[in-house]
């Protein structure tokens, strides 16, 4: 009697484990369908079965029934709390599972675009890459372009060296190399190294759908630097190929601008630098204020060849023909 009840309990344990892969079967069967209630609710049923089992089997069901759950919640059903939930309890559970790499960046992905925590998308990819995934130069990569969303520019600098030095052949280094241009662009007195990277890309990518951003990005820290000539010859080479012509126009517009209003017309023209009459900019014009001349007190003749003041005041109560002659000055010949 006790050998029928054991060996019934093992035939009930045998179906329920049996069950699960096809309330799996029938939950992908109702979200191919549109169906994502009777979806989860199928879910729910494969793990409730293999809630106390541990085998390998069982992880395995319970990794695909998580898994399933979450995508639904994330991309059905619109409740990205929830999804989020059901992803850690996936990574907690089933934390070497395949579907838990998946799993993760799905993760990652609400937290970046949903909830704007950009450190624990971060993290989440940060934790995937320590699986060596098949996409770990996109990862890296988009690892370096939240520590950028961060302005946390030195990181981000780090980050994005690393995928052109660790990836070199991968199609993301062009990338890589733009967004550490960009980064360095932002720190103190690292715009030299910018203008590097810069042309570094185009050296070594001159078909890159980058390459007219690299140019604009160029032109601007060579207009920092005082080198407007410079920055217009970029752009305009940028032109050809940049998505919005207009905007990369109108920035040569303006830099144009600033050196007409900046550069006299006549600079370097030697046989026009002093033709006053051409150029009334110019010209003195009668109206603009002069600076006033200092009144000048006469003097008498005897205070102006050096006489004293009695002389002078003499010279002055005397008819002008009684007047005395003017001293000689010192040195000079007697008349």
């Not at 049996?18 to 979200?31: F, I, K, V």
């Not at 919640?73 to 999804?83: G, H, K, M, S, T």
């Not at 190929?241 to 303006?254: C, D």
Request: one cysteine or more; a negative charge.
């Amino acid at each position: 009697m006790r050998r029928l009840a054991l060996v019934t309990a093992l035939v009930l344990a045998a179906c329920r484990k049996d069950d699960a892969p096809a309330h799996l079967e029938r939950a992908r069967t109702a979200q191919f369908q549109q169906k994502p209630d009777v979806a989860i609710a199928e879910y729910k049923l494969a793990l409730d079965l293999i809630e106390r089992d541990s085998s390998p089997q069982a992880n395995l069901y319970r990794a695909r029934a998580l898994r399933g759950a979450a995508d639904l919640y994330a991309f059905q059903l619109n409740d990205p709390r929830r999804a989020i939930e059901v992803y850690r309890e996936l990574i907690t559970v089933c934390p070497e599972a395949p579907e838990t790499l998946e799993g993760r960046l799905h993760l990652a992905g609400l937290l970046w675009h949903q909830f704007r925590d950009l450190r624990g998308a971060i993290a989440e990819y940060t934790s995937a890459l320590a699986r060596n995934p098949p996409q770990s130069a996109e990862l890296s990569f988009t690892v370096a372009k939240l520590y950028f969303e961060l302005q946390d520019y030195e990181q981000c600098e780090l980050e994005a060296g690393k995928v052109s030095q660790k990836f070199e052949t991968s199609a993301w280094v062009d990338d890589a190399l733009y967004l550490r241009g960009q980064a360095l662009a932002m720190m103190d007195g690292r715009k030299p190294e910018a203008q590097r990277v810069f042309l570094d890309l185009l050296d070594r990518f001159p078909d890159s759908e980058l390459r007219s951003h690299a140019l604009v990005e160029l032109g601007r820290l060579k207009a920092d630097a005082g080198e407007p000539e410079q920055a217009i010859e970029l752009w305009v080479s940028a032109l050809k190929t940049h998505p919005t012509p207009a905007a990369v126009q109108q920035q040569i517009s303006l830099v144009r601008g600033r050196l007409r209003a900046t550069t006299p017309r006549t600079v370097g023209d030697a046989t026009a630098a002093f033709d006053w009459d051409k150029y009334p900019v110019y010209e003195r014009h009668e109206d603009a204020q002069q600076p006033a001349t200092p009144k000048v007190v006469p003097r008498t003749s005897a205070e102006a060849v050096g006489g004293t003041p009695e002389e002078a005041e003499l010279e002055a109560k005397m008819p002008v023909e009684n007047a005395l002659p003017p001293k000689d000055p010192p040195g000079a010949a007697p008349q």
